[in-house]
C-alpha cells in the first residue's frame, strides 16, 4: 500500500511570494488534514477535509492560506503572501475514519521564508 | 478551545532506565492517540485509547487513559536507543484534534 505522497520535499520562497503545496493521501482515505509543525513544537492542525468538504478550518490563517481538495482525493495547500513565521515543515495526513481511526503522515514540506 | 498540555518538554534517560510522559486535556476527549516522531521524520501512530481507564500495552510500552477521559500517560520500560524521539499526544474532542506539545526522548547509552 502506498503511503501519503507530498511534493515539493523543500522550499524556499521570499516573503511576500506565493507557494503550493500537493498531496496524495492513501487510496480509499476520506479524510485529510494539514498540519503546520514550527521547529521544536507539535503539529498545528490547519484544516481538515471530509472527502472534498471543510470538517475544521479554524486554525487556518484564511487572509494568507487557503487550501482545497479536489474531487475528494488530491489536495493542496496554498500561501500568499508568505511571512517569515510561515517557516515551518507542512505535514499531510489522512485517515479512514476522521478523528476515531489513525492518521498516516506523509514525509512533509519543509518551508522557508527568507 | 481544547488545550492538550503534555510533560515533560525534554527527558534525558540513561538506556535501561524506565521513561513516562503524561499528557492532559481541559477537556474530556472521545479518544486519545500517541505518536512518535523521529528526529528528521514525520509522526508514526503508536496506539489510540478509547475507553475510560483504558490501558494498552506493547512490549515495552504502556499507555493508560484515565477515568475521567482528560489525561493520558505513556510509560516505557528499560528505555532503548531505538525508543529515541518525541512523544506526541493528541486528543480529539467533540470537534477539535489536537496534539500536545510533545516530549523529547534522550537516551544516552
Known amino acids: 500500500e502506498a503511503g501519503v505522497a507530498q511534493s515539493p520535499r523543500y522550499k524556499i520562497i521570499e516573503k511576500r511570494q506565493s507557494v503550493a503545496f500537493w498531496c496524495n493521501p492513501i487510496?480509499?482515505?476520506?479524510?485529510l488534514y494539514w498540519y503546520q509543525q514550527i521547529l521544536g513544537q507539535g503539529p498545528k492542525l490547519l484544516i481538515q477535509?471530509?472527502?472534498?468538504?471543510?470538517?475544521?478550518d479554524s486554525q487556518l490563517p484564511k487572509d494568507r492560506f487557503s487550501a482545497e481538495r479536489l474531487k475528494g482525493v488530491d489536495s493542496t495547500l496554498k500561501i500568499q503572501p508568505a511571512k517569515l513565521e510561515d517557516s515551518a515543515v507542512y505535514l499531510c495526513?489522512?485517515?479512514?475514519?476522521?478523528?476515531?481511526?489513525?492518521?498516516?503522515f506523509g514525509p512533509g514540506t519543509r518551508l522557508t521564508v527568507t | 478551545g481544547q488545550q492538550v498540555m503534555q510533560i515533560p518538554q525534554y527527558q534525558h534517560v540513561q538506556e535501561g532506565e524506565d521513561f513516562t510522559t503524561y499528557c492532559n486535556s481541559s477537556?474530556?476527549?472521545?479518544?486519545i492517540q500517541w505518536y512518535k516522531q523521529r528526529p528528521g521524520g514525520h509522526p508514526v501512530f503508536l496506539i489510540q485509547?478509547?475507553?475510560?481507564?483504558e490501558v494498552k500495552k506493547q512490549k515495552r510500552l504502556t499507555f493508560q487513559f484515565g477515568e475521567a477521559k482528560k489525561n493520558s500517560s505513556l510509560h516505557i520500560t528499560a528505555t532503548q536507543t531505538t525508543d529515541v524521539g518525541t512523544y506526541f499526544c493528541?486528543?480529539?474532542?467533540?470537534?477539535?484534534?489536537?496534539f500536545g506539545k510533545g516530549t523529547k526522548l534522550s537516551v544516552i547509552p
Open positions: 495526513a489522512s485517515s479512514s475514519r476522521g478523528k476515531m481511526s489513525e492518521q498516516y
Open positions: 487510496s480509499g482515505h476520506a479524510t
Open positions: 477535509f471530509q472527502n472534498n468538504g471543510v470538517v475544521d
Open positions: 477537556t474530556t476527549l472521545s479518544n
Open positions: 485509547l478509547v475507553k475510560s481507564g
Open positions: 493528541v486528543g480529539a474532542g467533540s470537534y477539535q484534534l489536537t
